[in-house]
């Protein structure tokens, strides 16, 4: 069964600081492509939405998923639909 995918709020907030420093450390290309990798890389979980480690200590349900060794990212599947919750930068702390 393919899978919904959307993005949480927060997760978009996370993309834009991101996207932002990135684009102050790289410039806009390197920024940009970034960003569309890893937006390729969240569609990927309509197809395969059980990726990534359960999570119960952050919340029911949550699943954390490495990206590049720069990111993780937060999801959780709700039927049918793979809500990405939040991204974060390596090193940052996981929480919701």
Do not use: W
């Amino acid at each position: 069964m393919r899978h919904t995918v959307r993005y949480h709020p927060n997760a978009l907030r996370s993309l834009s600081r991101m996207q932002h420093y990135i684009l102050e450390q790289s410039g806009p290309s390197v920024a940009d492509a970034y960003i569309q990798d890893i937006m390729a890389y969240c569609a990927g979980f309509a197809d395969f939405p059980k990726r990534g480690t359960a999570r119960p200590d952050i919340g029911p349900g949550i699943r954390v998923v490495g990206y590049r060794r720069l990111a993780s990212i937060a999801i959780e599947v709700r039927q049918g639909t793979v809500v990405i919750l939040s991204i974060f930068f390596n090193g940052q702390q996981l929480r919701l």
